[in-house]
């Protein structure tokens, strides 16, 4: 079962928290 992360772009202020959990997902 493969995850996905629904971002709302009108609610991104690119603070990289997205970017952060999703390596922290794949890498540990």
């Excluded at 079962?1 to 603070?15: A, E, F, G, V, Y």
């Amino acid at each position: 079962m493969q995850k996905s992360l629904h971002i709302d772009p009108l609610k991104c202020t690119s603070c990289l928290q997205c970017e952060m959990a999703c390596s922290f997902e794949n890498y540990g």
